[in-house]
């Protein structure tokens, strides 16, 4: 009788990671299609046409980092469900001014482009100290704090660098969104597998 009940009890075990693998899958989805509406949204803060950080940009970079997310894991005991956060998701590449955008910005900045960006330091308009240390985006626009130095270049340039168009703001919940999803549902989807389970289990032993 307990080798009988130990193996009911194995079985169900089966049949719960079965059915919460079949809905992990499903799910899946529906978190990139939450994620990606809060992405998109992005874009309609870029009011310059010219911008060289606007998400739209990267938006297949983005797609394919996010499809490339290891969401569901099976181990020898338990189905997880993972969702891609700020520590987890794959920012590397040309998606590190995504990750800038998501983590926000304080002050105003302005995007100048590489050939500027050389053109100042190698004429010297401004030190190479000023330069140290200001970051690469997609490794041909500078994102730099606009300042009196900076209104100075673009006098003696001759032009106005593109404001970048997230400046001063705070971070986006674009991944979080995602995160709240699943938790908000997590218990719900888990006791509609269990059921399911207990169904599916019980229709096998009246058939054997």
Same mark, same amino acid.
């Given at each position: 009788?307990?080798?009988?009940?130990?193996?009911?009890?194995?079985?169900?075990?089966?049949?719960?990671?079965?059915?919460?693998?079949?809905?992990?899958?499903?799910?899946?989805?529906?978190?990139?299609?939450?994620?990606?509406?809060?992405?998109?949204?992005?874009?309609?803060?870029?009011?310059?046409?010219?911008?060289?950080?606007?998400?739209?940009?990267?938006? $297949? $970079?983005?797609?394919?980092?996010?499809?490339?997310?290891?969401?569901?894991?099976?181990?020898?005991?338990?189905?997880?469900?993972?969702?891609?956060?700020? $520590?987890?998701?794959?920012?590397?590449?040309?998606?590190?001014?995504?990750?800038?955008?998501?983590?926000?910005?304080?002050?105003?900045?302005?995007?100048?482009?590489?050939?500027?960006?050389?053109?100042?330091?190698?004429?010297?308009?401004?030190?190479?100290?000023?330069?140290?240390?200001?970051?690469?985006?997609?490794?041909?626009?500078?994102?730099?704090?606009?300042?009196?130095?900076?209104?100075?270049?673009?006098?003696?340039?001759?032009?106005?660098?593109?404001?970048?168009?997230?400046?001063?703001?705070?971070?986006?919940?674009?991944?979080?969104?995602?995160?709240?999803?699943?938790?908000?549902?997590?218990?719900?989807?888990?006791?509609?597998?269990?059921?399911?389970?207990?169904?599916?289990?019980?229709?096998?032993?009246?058939?054997?």
């Amino acid at each position: 009788m307990a080798e009988s009940v130990v193996s009911v009890s194995k079985d169900l075990e089966k049949f719960i990671k079965d059915k919460l693998f079949i809905k992990f899958n499903s799910i899946v989805p529906k978190i990139k299609d939450i994620i990606m509406t809060g992405y998109d949204e992005l874009s309609n803060l870029v009011n310059d046409p010219q911008s060289k950080t606007n998400p739209t940009l990267f938006r $297949d $970079d983005f797609v394919n980092s996010l499809d490339s997310f290891f969401y569901i894991e099976d181990t020898k005991d338990t189905m997880n469900l993972h969702v891609p956060d700020m $520590d987890t998701f794959d920012f590397s590449g040309r998606l590190k001014i995504i990750q800038t955008i998501f983590e926000g910005v304080a002050g105003t900045y302005v995007e100048i482009s590489n050939e500027d960006y050389m053109k100042i330091f190698t004429t010297g308009i401004i030190s190479s100290d000023f330069i140290q240390g200001q970051e690469s985006l997609r490794g041909s626009v500078f994102l730099v704090r606009y300042n009196d130095d900076i209104k100075n270049i673009e006098s003696r340039l001759k032009k106005l660098f593109i404001k970048y168009p997230f400046s001063n703001m705070s971070s986006f919940s674009v991944l979080e969104e995602g995160e709240k999803f699943v938790n908000d549902n997590i218990d719900q989807w888990v006791e509609e597998s269990i059921e399911d389970a207990t169904k599916s289990l019980s229709k096998s032993l009246k058939g054997a």
